[in-house]
């Protein structure tokens, strides 16, 4: 098959590799029809993320056919057509029995925090993700479902991660009627998480970024109000001015450590890797919020993370909550919401790449060119 590989920082190319092949009872092999370049898949690109090796195939949004299933699969038939939520998981642990999808136990051997992510190094579980002809899906009869007749498969494409994420991000914030919620980054999680406040209740929506396109679409989209805090000479002063200097009550951060990483590293040279990351805009967030108001952290961050202002969130009385989503626990709400018509998630699509151009993909993504918001990856195109 043809699948997208690793191969350095800045480098990502197709090349043939052995379709995956049954490992466990419980697997099943998709035949990918459509995947998706997530904001965080940039960690791995720039080399930001710890043991990403080469060779690695990167993906954890897609959607596609059973091609093949384990002899204990019983929910999945070869021709299905699915949607799989970027978590893996096990469905039975103590973690899965509570909805905490993301933190199951016995998916990633080792790992004290991480839980275990499609294509997203062996930090993640080292599972090959699906910007690739075919990806394993292990668990099959509890991760994967299948789209329902009435959605289409852009739509479905996008609940598997950036969707969900923007929705539990809001999820979150604890969000009442009435609330001021800003939200810190206009990429396609931080879009659609301004899209659900409004859902669940919001009174108003302030979106924070510094590009003028993905601004836009948050005006027109999320229909929200836009700061562009480069125009600003302190964003925090701001917010703190437009909320009667009191803040916001709710402040999602969809920003995360940069993916660049930190400014020592480019004075260094040294690799510091995501951990070092500059939680800027956490930190604008607990700066914007009102005392006893609450933070919600969506953004990609390390296991270790330097100069965030516990203190001053303290003395405010902050919430802070947290997670990569339980993706599948949102779906039954999405799914209505999407039905009903109040959420359209291709709207936020702007690049369709064939897989074998997915290393321009990258190059246009990650540089912020020619107004890139959310690009999908056809496998199936030339």
Same mark, same amino acid.
């Given at each position: 098959m043809r699948a997208t590989t690793y191969r350095g920082p800045y480098k990502v190319r197709v090349e043939n590799k052995p379709i995956p092949a049954i490992e466990h009872p419980n697997d099943a092999?998709?035949?990918?029809?459509?995947?998706?370049i997530c904001g965080s898949d940039l960690h791995l690109y720039h080399g930001?993320?710890? *043991?990403? %090796?080469?060779?690695?195939?990167?993906?954890?949004?897609?959607?596609?056919?059973?091609?093949?299933?384990? #002899?204990?699969?019983?929910?999945?038939?070869?021709g299905d057509r699915v949607m799989v939520p970027f978590n893996i998981f096990c469905g039975s642990c103590y973690y899965c029995a509570r909805g905490l999808y993301s933190n199951c136990h016995n998916v990633n051997a080792g790992a004290t925090a991480a839980g275990a992510i499609y294509g997203y190094s062996h930090t993640c579980g080292g599972y090959d993700g699906g910007q690739a002809e075919f990806v394993r899906v292990p668990f099959a009869d509890v991760g994967p479902s299948i789209i329902p007749e009435w959605m289409? /498969? /852009? *739509?479905? =494409? =996008?609940?598997? *991660?950036?969707?969900?994420?923007?929705?539990?991000?809001?999820?979150?914030?604890?969000?009442?009627?009435?609330d001021t919620v800003i939200v810190f980054g206009a990429g396609a999680v931080g879009l659609f998480a301004a899209q659900s406040a409004w859902l669940m209740g919001a009174g108003r929506v302030i979106v924070v970024d510094h590009l003028e396109y993905r601004l836009e679409k948050a005006r027109t989209l999320a229909h929200a109000e836009t700061y562009n805090f480069t125009e600003y000479r302190d964003i925090v002063v701001?917010?703190?001015?437009?909320?009667?200097?009191?803040?916001?009550?709710?402040?999602?951060?969809?920003?995360g450590a940069e993916a660049d990483g930190h400014f020592i590293q480019h004075v260094t040279s040294a690799k510091?890797?995501?951990?070092?990351?500059?939680?800027?805009?956490?930190?604008?967030?607990?700066?914007?919020? %009102?005392?006893?108001?609450?933070?919600?952290?969506?953004?990609a961050y390390g296991p270790v993370q330097t100069s965030i202002?516990?203190?001053?969130?303290?003395?405010?009385?902050?919430?802070?909550?947290?997670?990569?989503?339980?993706?599948?626990?949102?779906?039954?709400?999405?799914?209505?919401?999407? %039905?009903?018509?109040? =959420?359209?998630?291709?709207?936020?699509?702007?690049? %369709?790449?064939?897989?074998?151009?997915?290393?321009?993909?990258?190059?246009?993504?990650?540089?912020?060119?020619?107004?890139?918001?959310? #690009?999908?990856?056809?496998?199936?195109?030339?």
């Open positions: 092999i998709i035949k990918v029809s459509l995947a998706a930001m993320m710890p *043991d990403t %090796r080469v060779g690695h195939t990167f993906g954890h949004e897609f959607v596609g056919t059973v091609h093949e299933v384990g #002899p204990s699969v019983q929910n999945l038939r070869p289409d /498969e /852009e *739509d479905a =494409l =996008l609940l598997t *991660d950036a969707v969900a994420t923007g929705y539990f991000g809001a999820q979150l914030g604890s969000i009442v009627e009435g701001e917010m703190k001015r437009t909320t009667d200097h009191l803040g916001a009550d709710v402040a999602i951060d969809a920003v510091f890797k995501l951990q070092g990351g500059s939680p800027i805009a956490l930190n604008w967030a607990i700066d914007s919020v %009102r005392k006893g108001g609450t933070i919600s952290v969506m953004g202002k516990f203190g001053d969130a303290l003395n405010k009385g902050l919430t802070i909550r947290g997670n990569q989503c339980p993706v599948k626990r949102q779906w039954p709400r999405l799914f209505e919401h999407v %039905r009903n018509g109040y =959420l359209t998630p291709s709207e936020i699509i702007t690049h %369709r790449i064939p897989l074998e151009h997915i290393a321009e993909g990258y190059h246009t993504f990650s540089g912020k060119l020619d107004g890139c918001i959310k #690009p999908i990856v056809l496998p199936g195109a030339s």
